[in-house]
């Protein structure tokens, strides 16, 4: 497993700035296009692009979505977020315009890889996830902390499906370690709402679903566009 990891690697050498579908500045207009990182790179397995493809299949009659998923948040809803909920005086422009999602910040198919699917009628994000080399915490497997990322995001698309919201409280039972380079299934769900409060349960399992590697719940709480966050 890790071999076959460590040779999709190698196919990575390229410069990120070269690699299609990177970040190109276009010098005429300087115009920049974003990378969507929801869709499949050479670090993907084959068990990742085939589940990939499979929930493509499920988005063709618009129960699903796919989610695109970028390094730095839209300009625009950055600049919502922030005039809503920011205090100004605690904004640093050159930090913000600098700051990545963390979960994208790694180097591809080192970090964590993958893509989301969500059932606006279910009220289900799915994510398919492929924990690379740099993610390891015990020998050989996915880093804890690493896993409650990958679950606090794929909750919190799921929360922030109904508004704007952050994580307040996230339990996790650790029930069998995830092994590197490995792609595991994160199903998360709304279950229950109370007024701001969004209680959403999560299970992280294997492909097969034979295995349920990790299970969760998380409480968000949707934001009061009269308070501010700090
Ligand atoms: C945020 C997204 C922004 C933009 C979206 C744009 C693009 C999306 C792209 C990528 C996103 C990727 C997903 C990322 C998901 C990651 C989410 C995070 O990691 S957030 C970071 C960690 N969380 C925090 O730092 C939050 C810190 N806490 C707070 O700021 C506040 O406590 C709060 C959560 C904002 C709540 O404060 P409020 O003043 O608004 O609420 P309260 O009046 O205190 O409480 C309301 C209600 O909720 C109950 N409650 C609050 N906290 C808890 C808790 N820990 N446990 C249980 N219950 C709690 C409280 O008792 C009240 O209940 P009620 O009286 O029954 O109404």
């Not at 890790?2 to 990120?16: E, F, G």
């Not at 970090?111 to 050989?140: A, D, I």
Request: hydrophobic share 40%; glycine share 6%; aromatic share 10%.
């Amino acid at each position: 497993m890790l071999r076959s990891c460590a040779t999709r690697l190698r196919a990575l050498a390229v410069p990120p700035a070269r690699r299609p579908g990177a970040v190109w500045r276009l010098f005429s207009s300087e115009k920049v296009i974003p990378k969507d990182y929801g869709l499949p790179n050479p670090s993907w397995s084959k068990d990742l692009r085939l589940l990939f493809d499979q929930f493509m299949k499920k988005c063709e009659d618009g129960s699903w979505k796919r989610l695109p998923s970028y390094r730095q948040n839209p300009t625009q809803t950055l600049k919502d977020f922030q005039t809503r909920f920011v205090d100004p005086r605690f904004m640093n422009e050159e930090q913000v315009s600098k700051a990545q999602q963390f979960s994208r910040s790694l180097e591809e198919g080192l970090g964590f890889e993958y893509v989301m699917f969500y059932n606006k009628v279910e009220k289900k994000m799915v994510c398919l996830f492929q924990g690379g080399l740099h993610l390891q915490g015990v020998p050989g497997f996915v880093h804890g902390g690493a896993i409650a990322t990958i679950i606090d995001v794929t909750t919190g698309m799921c929360a922030i499906a109904e508004g704007i919201a952050m994580t307040a409280n996230l339990n996790i039972d650790y029930k069998k370690p995830i092994p590197l380079c490995s792609v595991v299934v994160v199903t998360s769900q709304l279950s229950k709402t109370e007024g701001r409060k969004l209680f959403i349960s999560c299970t992280v399992q294997s492909v097969d679903e034979k295995t349920l590697y990790t299970q969760a719940t998380a409480l968000f709480i949707k934001l009061d566009p009269d308070k501010r966050l700090t």
